[in-house]
């Protein structure tokens, strides 16, 4: 992609820090409505730490439920690491940092109907999204040759392998990378919160997070 590049090839205009940009949308809930059966849905994980992931697991008995009208495939819950089948509901923790989450993230979107981006790496870059305040070549010096954590006698380098994958020179959030229909803010978000828009859309309603499920003062 012409808008993320590796080290060393980032211009002024790459260098600014994109703000949370929620694009509005209308749902799909007579889309979903139409879906006969159970309904497919994956989830990925890019550069993020998990939490929002296990916050899916705070749902408790309420996946169980939810489990009569959907099948999950890809994800870290059930360890399976392909989409067998195409998704109509993608679940996508973390934003991106390398071209390997570029080339994962397009995949995922040519394979599901509906994208959402869980938690606040995935909507707006999120703590990795720090590194975005220093050029990334000073973030690479800083953790790899005067890491304090560095092993004494060890010839300090920056790792350059080319089975690498590749570091973007920024942190992008994913509606800045493919098209994102729907945003779960949080770090992590509430169960509750990933609870209601799954159960909106597997029932066929317009999504709707109301605040007090949504907030965090
Ligand atoms: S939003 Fe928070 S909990 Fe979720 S992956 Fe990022 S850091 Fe972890």
Redesign the pocket.
Known sequence: MSTHHGAGSVSASEQVIYGHQLPKRAPDAAFIANQTGKIDVAMIALV?????TL?FLDMDERLLTLLDKVTIHRSSLTDVKRIPVRCTIGFV??GVASEENIETLEHFRENCDILIS?????CWG??PALRNLEPLADCLEEAYIKSPTAVAGAIPIIPNHPDLPKITTKVYPNHEVVKIDYFIP???PDGDAIAKVLEDLVNGRPVDLPAQINRYD
């Not at 993020?48 to 929002?52: A, I, K, M, R």
């Not at 869980?118 to 995935?122: E, H, L, R, S, T």
Request: aromatic residues 6%; hydrophobic residues 30%; glycine residues 34%.
């Open positions: 993020g730490c998990w939490g929002c916050s923790e973390g869980v938690g606040a790496c995935a999120g703590v949080g770090c992590p």
